[in-house]
């Protein structure tokens, strides 16, 4: 019974683990409009995803699209199409190249992995609800960034009504996880905690993991990136940021590595 | 309609009695009263009969107070309606009485229901008829599912009321929620409409005017095919359709004899407004004539074609579609032209027609024998040369049974359907197929 049990698991994971180079072919990733329409935290987990398939030296043709949310089988966005496949977000893509052993992490020990989980999870659990917060909810941005940018891709009346109609669902699902009733205060302090957390995790090493690059590398340069170069009226994410000198001088390192060469 | 008598004990006759033999007789009007009206207004009322003070002879009174009771019908002023004419003390004077009940002023109804595929749903609905008492209908509905959707419909008409006028003015606020099967998506729509509708000739040729603003979200499911995926999201359309239909059968869904045919057009995106930009050309004919011994002919011809107007590619939800037990029957609904990964993404523009051989079966007028072959295609949206695409991609289908109507509300038929031409990527199934509706080709 055993027996057979792994000789069936392992069919499943041959069957899983395709080769990289043969069914790597016209990877496309769909991803909002970066100029217009992107919101701060899509625009970084678009750019997490970009900068992660270069680490893995995966090439990808990006697809700017209005529609992305809703071609995104989750509303996740970006969105990797390999074939008929669909793949939306950061971590699905993440464990889609690891499954197709062409990974970044493969190396690390499994103490390591769960470090590395742990830096993940404040940048998703913290860090893009500090941005989501941010934009949706800091009312000066919606009304003079936010709202403007998701209804850019629309005509009016819908340019109006839809961005009002995204801040309640996003109003809704804040709620749900109490950081709609959050004052602007509070949120930045929850902002500075993460900032100092993964500060002083990355200290004076090349990358968060040590010195080889690791998909919390990209993770955690797409939003850097995304904090650092995006005008909002409210600046003091960035400025928040800025406190940590050694994040800032990582995110220029990866962006002239992966971008500049 | 009546003609009065003489004396305290009034006696009414039967209008052709005297209809076509009092041509000489001179009339004059003294009064129209109406007996009966509750809140229907006076000015509504004048505008239907002025014309009668016209009568010149008793011959034309009587047919006039015919066609002015039979119009406060149709145009939904009165439920019922009947003339009685009577004598007034003056030399050649006529006194018009109209006998009238008015339309339930509220109707009002619920109820719970089970849709094709299998969802519970609760609907409510009301009416008022005449509200203003200028013949207006105030019509709402709202239906709640079970998975949580809401739609409603509110709509009203006005008739605009003169002589032996049939036009009106309606205007309807919607909100609607659909699975299309042929695209294997969700689609929900928002929608106002004003429409405007005028006879003319007899009330033979109808015209349609129509403005429409919709709002459209197209949501892909777990099935859909990534081209369908790629139009997901919110659209606006706004257009003008305009529509010119001229009619001469005997009856509206299964004509023995006569002919229709229906022209339109619909602009969407003009001036840049809203999201949707193509012209629509449609044109449908039909028409029937008797043979031999009770059988009866039918043929139709059904071509449409939309052009993108914008940059984009025409839109998934603004193409053509075609095939169904309505037209190509034996095809899946929706599901001739281009394919993928078993959605149909539709086409730019498709020309269909059918001939119908019928023979009347006991009830004569309402259960039919039928045959029919019926042809079409559907040229896709980038094509190059639409008519050697359409000739290229031609499908046939030919089938024979029985065809049901009840009482000219609806068309039921079940058919044994055979291919006689199709491609290898369609989805059609030989076999008995059943269809129900009212628009058929």
């Not at chain 1, 909002?32 to 987990?45: I, M, N, S, V």
């Not at chain 1, 003091?236 to 962006?255: D, G, H, Q």
């Amino acid at each position: 019974m055993a027996a057979g049990d792994s000789v069936l698991i392992g069919l499943v994971e041959e069957a899983l683990s395709m080769h990289v180079d043969s069914e790597w072919h016209e990877a496309k990733l769909y991803t909002p409009f970066f100029k217009d329409q992107a919101q701060l935290y899509e625009f970084a987990d678009c750019l997490a995803v970009q900068t992660f398939l270069r680490m893995a030296q995966l090439p990808v043709q990006t697809k700017q699209r209005p529609n992305t949310e809703f071609i995104s089988p989750t509303g996740e966005m970006p969105v990797l199409q390999i074939g008929s496949i669909l793949i939306p977000g950061f971590s699905g893509i993440v464990d889609l190249v690891r499954k197709k052993e062409a990974g970044l992490s493969s190396h690390l020990t499994e103490v390591h992995k769960a470090d590395m989980a742990a830096q993940i999870a404040v940048i998703d659990n913290i860090l893009r609800r500090v941005e989501m917060y941010v934009v949706w909810i800091h009312d000066e941005t919606y009304s003079r960034v936010t709202s403007t940018r998701f209804g850019s891709v629309y005509k009016w009346p819908l340019s109006r009504v839809l961005p009002a109609l995204k801040r309640r669902e996003m109003r809704e699902k804040l709620g749900s996880i109490d950081w709609a009733n959050k004052s602007l205060v509070e949120v930045m302090e929850a902002a500075d905690k993460a900032f100092r957390c993964l500060s002083s995790h990355l200290g004076t090493q090349d990358y968060v993991m040590g010195s080889r690059v690791t998909e919390v590398d990209a993770l955690l340069f797409g939003h850097l990136f995304a904090i650092l170069t995006t005008r909002l009226p409210t600046m003091e994410l960035s400025n928040a940021l800025r406190k940590y000198p050694n994040l800032v001088e990582y995110c220029e390192r990866v962006e002239n590595e992966y971008f500049k060469k | 309609m009546e003609e009065g008598g003489h004396g305290r004990q009034k006696h009414f006759h039967r209008a052709d009695l005297l209809h076509g033999k009092c041509e000489d007789a001179p009339s004059i009007v003294e009064a129209v009263q109406f007996h009966g009206v509750r809140t229907t207004k006076g000015d509504a009322l004048l505008q239907e009969v002025s014309e009668l003070y016209k009568s010149s002879n008793v011959d034309e009174l009587v047919k006039n107070c015919h066609l002015a009771a039979k119009h406060l019908q149709e145009v939904g002023l009165m439920e019922n309606a009947s003339a009685l004419i009577d004598t007034a003390p003056s030399k050649n004077g006529y006194i018009v009485n109209f006998v009238v009940r008015e339309p339930k002023s509220f109707t009002l109804g619920a109820k719970i229901g089970m849709s094709t595929q299998g969802d519970a749903d609760m609907s409510m609905h009301a009416a008022r008829h005449s509200f203003n008492g200028r013949g207006e209908v105030a019509d709402a509905s709202y239906t709640y599912t079970v998975k949580g959707d809401h739609s409603f419909n509110i709509s009203m008409s006005k008739p605009l009321l003169g002589w032996q006028r049939y036009s009106g003015i309606a205007s309807s606020l919607s909100r609607s929620f659909a699975y299309l099967p042929w695209n294997k998506a969700n689609l929900e729509e928002n929608s106002l409409v004003l429409a405007y509708n005028n006879n003319y000739w007899g009330r033979k040729i109808l015209q349609q005017i129509r403005l429409n603003a919709i709002w459209r979200t197209l949501m892909a499911t777990k099935e859909s095919a990534f081209a369908v995926r790629e139009h997901a999201g919110h659209t606006l359309k706004v257009s003008a359709e305009h529509e010119y239909s001229f009619d001469s059968r005997d009856r509206p869904i299964l004509a023995s004899r006569g002919i229709v045919v229906k022209m339109g057009q619909e602009l969407a995106g003009a001036f840049g407004i809203g999201d949707a930009a193509f012209v629509r050309h449609q044109l449908d004919i039909q028409a029937a004539a008797p043979l031999f011994s009770k059988f009866f002919l039918a043929a139709s011809f059904h071509a449409k074609r939309m052009e993108s107007m914008g940059e984009n590619e025409l839109h998934l939800l603004d193409r053509v579609y075609l095939g169904g037990q309505s037209d190509l029957r034996g095809f899946m609904l929706n599901s001739i032209g281009t394919r993928v990964d078993n959605s149909c993404l539709g086409g730019g523009c498709a020309v269909a027609g059918a001939v119908h051989l019928y023979r009347p079966l006991f009830p004569a007028d309402s259960l039919f024998a039928h045959a029919f072959i019926a042809s079409g295609s559907v040229a896709s949206v980038r094509a190059r040369n639409i008519v050697r695409d359409l000739v290229e991609s031609q499908r046939i289908s030919v089938g024979a049974g029985i065809t049901f109507v009840f009482k000219n509300i609806l068309r039921l038929e079940l058919n044994y359907v055979q291919a006689l031409k199709k491609t290898s990527n369609d989805s059609f199934n030989r076999g008995f197929h059943f269809g129900a509706g009212i628009n058929f080709m």
